[in-house]
Structure formats: C-alpha cells, structure tokens
Nanobody
C-alpha cells in the first residue's frame, strides 16, 4: 500500500519561496513509470495541477504558474519537494501530492496540507 504524506509550513507570510515536501512509503519514487505530482485546491475553487517529477527525475511544471514552480527529489529519503516562488495570499490552498502511472488517473493521494499565506 503506497502512502503519501505532505508536510509544509501551515501559516506563512508573503515570501519569496514556499517549500512543501511529500514523503512516500510503500513504494519507490524511482519505480518505472510512475509520476509524482503536486496539485492544489484554493478555497472555493477546483483542483489545479502544479507540476510533476517522473520516475526518471524529469520534471514538468504547469505553464499557468509562469515558472514559479520547481520540483526536486531526494531518492535516499523517498521524498519529492515543491518550491513555489513569489508567494502571495492567492497561493492559499490545500496542497496535495499524488501518484499516477504515466498520464493515467491518479491512484494514490496524500491527505493534503493547508497552506495559508497572510501578512
């Protein structure tokens, strides 16, 4: 059973960078052909795909976020990390990490972590 667990700062002020980590258990983030994704849901809005890192280490970022996202991984810890730059209150959301097999449906999700950006 694969489990994903997000960790993040909770309440933050507007800042240059926000970092979130997803810790994976029950499966390796290097296993062919899985993709590890970040998704968020702002209050009152739908899910927004932010980016992904593939089993190979290749990364993909949502064009809608205009190069604000960077995704990396630590294979020794079986974790992947999202960095979001130029953080404003509009980035307030529940942030999720999830797994998919290629571009197919997501089969495992983390429980989500609330990030509130407020001055």
């Amino acid at each position: 059973q694969v489990q994903l667990q997000e960790s993040g700062p909770g309440l933050v002020k507007p800042s240059p960078t926000l970092s979130l980590t997803c810790t994976v258990s029950g499966g390796s983030i290097t296993t062919n052909y899985y993709y590890w994704r970040w998704i968020r849901q702002p209050p009152g809005n739908g899910l927004e795909w932010m980016g992904a890192i593939a089993y190979s280490g290749s990364t993909y970022n949502s064009p809608s976020l205009k190069s604000r996202t960077s995704i990396s991984r630590d294979t020794s810890k079986n974790q992947f990390t999202l960095q979001l730059s130029s953080v404003t209150p509009e980035d307030t959301a529940v942030y999720y990490c999830a797994r998919s097999l290629g571009s197919y449906e997501y089969d495992y999700w983390g429980q989500g972590t609330q990030v509130t950006v407020s001055s």
